[in-house]
């Protein structure tokens, strides 16, 4: 069974940053696209970033543009999110999803499989 399992999260004061990663086991994480997610309480799910099988395209949500950088570290089978100058709107549970498809899409419903989520509060 395929497990993706997110760690990094925590408190934070504004304009700090974090790095988060996604560990897969049972998968390959470069076989397809990987996205990452985070839902704010009260919110929907939001698509933040997403990576493409074999990093040939990369995107980010306009709030993140500048401050996000997601990676992939293929030996290490993990993918990262890079978040600095973090803001207090960034507080939210992060997911990491892979993609059901090589190239990226912001509609949750083309992840297969999903974390558990990490906490990430941005706060002073």
């Known amino acids: 069974q395929v497990q993706l399992v997110e760690s990094g999260g925590g408190l934070v004061q504004p304009g700090g940053s974090l790095r988060l990663s996604c560990a897969a086991s049972?998968?390959?994480?470069?076989?397809?696209?990987i996205g990452w997610f985070r839902q704010a309480p009260g919110k929907e799910r939001e698509g933040v970033t997403c990576i493409s099988k074999s990093d040939a395209a990369i995107y980010y949500v306009d709030s993140v543009k500048g401050r996000f950088t997601i990676s992939r570290d293929n030996a290490k089978n993990t993918v990262y999110l890079q978040m600095n100058s973090l803001k207090p709107e960034d507080t939210a549970v992060y997911y990491c999803a892979t993609s059901r498809y090589s190239s990226c899409s912001r509609n949750s419903r083309t992840y297969a499989y999903w974390g558990q989520g990490t906490q990430v509060t941005v706060s002073s």
């Open positions: 049972r998968f390959t994480l470069d076989t397809y696209a």
